[in-house]
């Protein structure tokens, strides 16, 4: 069981910065991917930014270049630092660990921080 906890949302206005933390109460060594994905009101969670245990990103189209995601399996936490935000990031940002590529494999979802950018 592996549980996660978001920090670091909050307010910002539009090109602003905010870096949000996500802490695993165990080892994250079994988590081969995390992520960060948001959700806005009315909207489907989505994923925003991804990385592998190898350190491998991946990133949405509307956060490339601005969001950067890291992971410190030392500590066991994982960050996203979001700049130039705009006021279509608000949302709730969830961060996620996956501990495999089979279907059945477990997944584990943080309660979420809000983020919200006005302009």
């Known amino acids: 069981q592996v549980q996660l906890v978001e920090s670091g949302g909050g307010s910002a206005q539009s090109g602003g910065s905010l870096r949000l933390s996500c802490a695993a109460s165990v080892s994250m060594i079994s988590c081969i991917y995390m992520g960060w994905y948001r959700q806005a009101p009315g909207n489907e969670r989505v994923l925003v930014a991804q990385?592998?245990?190898?350190?491998?990103?991946k990133y949405a189209d509307s956060v490339q270049g601005r969001f950067t995601i890291s992971r410190d399996n030392a500590r066991n936490t994982m960050a996203l630092q979001m700049n130039s935000l705009t006021p279509e990031d608000t949302a709730l940002y969830y961060c996620?660990?996956?501990?495999?590529?089979?279907?059945?494999?477990?997944?584990?979802w943080g309660q979420g921080t809000q983020v919200t950018v006005s302009s």
């Open positions: 996620k660990c996956t501990t495999g590529v089979a279907i059945e494999s477990p997944i584990y």
């Open positions: 990385i592998s245990s190898r350190g491998r990103t």
